[in-house]
């Protein structure tokens, strides 16, 4: 197999083919290396590679296979991830000058059983100053460029996430998403990624930004990865109180179940207010394809969206601020002045506002749920209202126009995060420029099996995960 | 966060985007009496799950 064609490879295909010995740890590694040294300079994606350890785990990942003993279901694949998990003896960037400043001092739970799986980390990733930042701007360590289009933003905060597993420089990599952070990147680049129901994922050892908020999960270029990597994080963990007990789903076998039969919710509110025409098309395309395999389509009516993204954006703020408040205080000047405003709009937050927007949590998610889940298996949106911009296009800074700019990227993203329901980003086609526009399935909490079997079904039955950028 | 020096225009774009954030937010709030204080919300979460 040559290096172009291994990186062509899923995550599942490629640890197949190394359990099958048609490919080496070691072969897949230097192909993700060297497409990595390549595309580099374009797209500004690697924050570290750490090539000699990562080909020295790839040796040992081969002896291991000669010997006839495979770790797990990701032995051999390598990956790169967000600089915000930590790993013990090496201090994280977390996308800036604010961070722990030192080597942390245990691993971060999702590197460990990425790790326990037989996965290979080769290095880190750009990624938005804090993660606190949707669009893929990063001012201490350049921008973050898209790999369909280097002129343009790869959505943040898993800015090399996103842009890295699409230019097949990284077979699959750990986004975080707190209000959109996951699916944006995914969006704007053209891949596939779950934000899981909070609590599914265990956030030990990852930088926090909200902790009602934050969650873990995979960039891939197919649904089939994100199920298999997800099957490898999700699941109860000591090291956080919040990660849920419930027993994981087997999310492979999920793949496989019929979508015929079940019933898409297309929302008459909120998603489609304003959105650009063409991505109006694209999401009509795609209940289309949908109908071909059977799946039903209905129209569902939202309750309160833009209230609750309202109350989302609060708790965000004031957590990150409370987070953020010693830093804020003794080194400001470490924090772009875009990072430092929204955080001290947090400042602001009145503590009552804040609680009520946290209790109003429970009554939201049962009120969305009858709206929604009463009526179909999932709800179908946009991930976005508008086309990619350019960097330079929404290069606002701190300035007066940032607060607009950035609610209207997270618009449409922020309220799964408030409601903690699971949402599946996957491809669903291109515009007249050329730039992928993603779709967006919102399930029931602990629903993420049902997300994948619909969005596996739609790859199936479509190319659109399969193209590749041009760099 | 006390200690934390913003500067008077910074303070006046943080306050006046708490008000745009609470008048988009207030329908929802309105709805959320003293008496309907939720049980929790893990608690929504598993009632809503599959």
Redesign the interface.
């Given at each position: 197999m040559t290096e172009a064609e291994i990186l062509e490879l899923s995550c599942a295909e490629l640890a197949r083919a190394i359990a099958a010995r048609r490919v080496t740890a070691v072969q897949a590694m230097e192909a993700a290396l060297a497409r990595a040294a390549a595309v580099q300079p374009r797209l500004n994606c690697f924050l570290r590679v750490d090539a000699d350890a990562a080909l020295d785990a790839a040796r040992l990942a081969d002896r291991e296979i000669a010997r006839g003993h495979a770790r797990g279901p990701l032995h051999g694949v390598p990956m790169a991830h967000k600089d915000m998990y930590h790993r013990a003896g090496i201090a994280s960037s977390w996308g800036g000058r604010i961070g722990p400043g030192r080597p942390a001092p245990a691993t971060a739970s999702a590197l460990e059983r990425l790790d326990s799986a037989g996965a290979i980390q080769f290095g880190v990733l750009n990624m938005a100053e804090c993660a606190f930042g949707p669009t893929g701007h990063n001012y201490h360590y350049g921008h973050c460029r898209n790999a369909w289009d280097p002129e343009r933003i790869t959505g943040g905060s898993s800015s090399g996430s996103g842009t890295t597993v699409a230019a097949r420089a990284n077979f699959a990599a750990l986004g975080s998403d707190t209000g959109g952070s996951i699916r944006l990147p995914a969006t704007f680049c053209g891949t596939a990624g779950v934000k899981p129901?909070?609590?599914r994922v265990s956030r030990a050892g990852a930088m926090p930004l909200s902790y009602s908020m934050d969650t873990v999960g995979p960039l891939a270029r197919t649904v089939e990865d994100c199920a298999l990597i997800l099957g490898v994080l999700a699941g109860e963990d000591p090291r956080d109180p919040t990660a849920?007990p419930r027993a994981v789903p087997d999310y492979m076998a999920a793949l496989g179940r019929p979508v015929a039969g079940l019933a898409i919710g297309r929302p008459r509110q909120y998603y489609y207010q304003g959105c650009d025409a063409e991505i109006v098309a694209l999401m009509d395309a795609s209940l289309e394809a949908f109908r071909r395999l059977g799946a039903r389509v209905i129209e569902v009516d939202l309750p309160?969206m833009?209230?609750?993204?309202?109350?989302g954006?609060?708790i965000i703020s004031a957590e990150a601020?409370?987070l953020h408040?010693n830093w804020?205080?003794s080194r400001?000047q470490d924090y772009s002045p875009q990072v430092r405003?929204r955080l001290?709009?947090g400042?602001?937050?009145?503590a009552a506002?804040y609680i009520?927007?946290?209790?109003?949590?429970?009554?939201?998610?049962?009120s969305f749920?009858r709206a929604v889940?009463s009526k179909v298996d999932v709800l179908h949106a946009p991930v976005v209202s508008f086309q990619t911009p350019t960097i330079a296009e929404t290069d606002v800074g701190g300035g007066?126009k940032m607060?607009q700019l950035l609610a209207q990227v997270t618009r449409l993203t922020r309220p799964a995060n408030y409601l903690?329901v699971p949402a599946l980003s996957v491809q669903a086609g291109f515009t007249r420029a050329g730039m992928p526009v993603g779709m967006q399935l919102l399930?029931?909490?602990?629903?993420e099996a049902?997300l994948f079997a619909l969005g596996h079904a739609f790859q199936g039955a479509t190319d659109f995960h399969r193209r590749a950028p041009k760099l | 966060?006390?200690?934390?020096?913003?500067s008077r225009e910074?303070?006046a774009?943080?306050?006046a985007?708490?008000a745009?954030?609470?008048e988009?937010?207030?329908?929802?709030?309105a709805?959320?009496a003293f008496e309907?204080?939720?049980?929790?919300?893990?608690?929504?979460?598993?009632?809503?799950?599959?």
């Open positions: 129901t909070y609590g849920d309160e833009d209230a609750w993204n309202a109350a954006s609060m601020a409370a408040g804020l205080r400001p405003a001290e709009s400042l602001a937050v009145p506002s009520d927007s946290l209790r109003l949590r429970g009554p939201a998610l049962a749920s889940f007066p607060a903690g399930g029931r909490p602990f629903g049902t | 966060v006390q200690g934390v020096q913003i910074g303070a774009e943080c306050a985007w708490v745009g954030v609470l988009r937010a207030a329908p929802a709030f709805q959320v309907d204080e939720p049980a929790g919300y893990t608690a929504a979460q598993r009632r809503s799950a599959p």
